[in-house]
């Protein structure tokens, strides 16, 4: 069993950074390929960012290539994305999310994911 707790959403204007965290509990945690996801008011979950466990592969979703950067800290079980040159349509609740897997996959499809954590809210104002 894995829990996943999301921080460091909050308001910020367009153009700006912000950097979220997902803290995993449990062991294994590089045995764990982990994801990004987002939903926007009236809009479904979409992919963000992926990266496998051993850090090999990292994948984006093409809106946010070049802007964001999904990285993690085995020995912290922590998983980042970096936010950069934040857009409003960026807005939304941005949720982490955990696959058992070696290797170095990646996962773009949410049902493809064992754990979530709750979320943390990302409002981009204009």
């Known amino acids: 069993q894995v829990q996943l707790v999301e921080s460091g959403g909050g308001l910020v204007q367009a153009g700006g950074s912000l950097r979220l965290s997902c803290a995993a509990s449990g062991r294994l945690f590089s045995s764990y390929a982990m994801g990004w996801f987002r939903q926007a008011p009236g809009k479904e979950r979409e992919f963000v960012a992926g990266?496998?466990?051993?850090?090999?592969?990292?994948r984006y979703t093409d809106s946010v290539m070049g802007r964001f950067t999904i990285c993690r800290d085995n020995p912290r079980n922590t998983v980042y994305l970096q936010m950069n040159s934040v857009t409003p349509e960026d807005t939304a609740v941005y949720y982490c999310?955990?696959?058992?897997?070696?290797?170095?996959?990646?996962?773009?499809?949410?049902?493809?994911?064992?754990?979530w954590g709750q979320g943390t809210q990302v409002t981009v104002s204009s």
């Open positions: 990266i496998s466990g051993s850090s090999g592969c990292m």
């Open positions: 999310a955990a696959k058992w897997a070696f290797g170095s996959t990646t996962f773009m499809n949410e049902n493809e994911y064992d754990y």
